[in-house]
């Protein structure tokens, strides 16, 4: 298994080769009709705050299980 470095949100991130850009397919938020990107005062709070917490410390990080999920 390889690992590499790439530049996301403004930071350099380490991956698993394998992983890199799988995060939206894997995500439950982009099949969620609550995720509004790009619009923080109306998206799901739970995922703009998570998006946030990404930003700020260089992270990617999926959700697999939400208890506001609703199906687009």
């Given at each position: 298994m390889g690992y590499e470095q790439?530049?996301?949100h403004g930071s350099m991130v380490w991956v698993r080769s394998d992983l890199k850009g799988k995060h939206r397919k894997n995500?439950?938020?982009f099949s969620?009709?609550?995720?509004k990107l790009g619009l923080p005062e109306t998206n799901c709070p739970k995922?703009?705050?998570?998006?946030?917490?990404c930003v700020k410390h260089g992270m990617t990080t999926p959700v697999f299980e939400c208890p506001d999920f609703e199906e687009m």
């Open positions: 790439y530049e996301h995500c439950l938020c969620c009709k609550r995720l995922a703009q705050e998570l998006y946030e917490y």
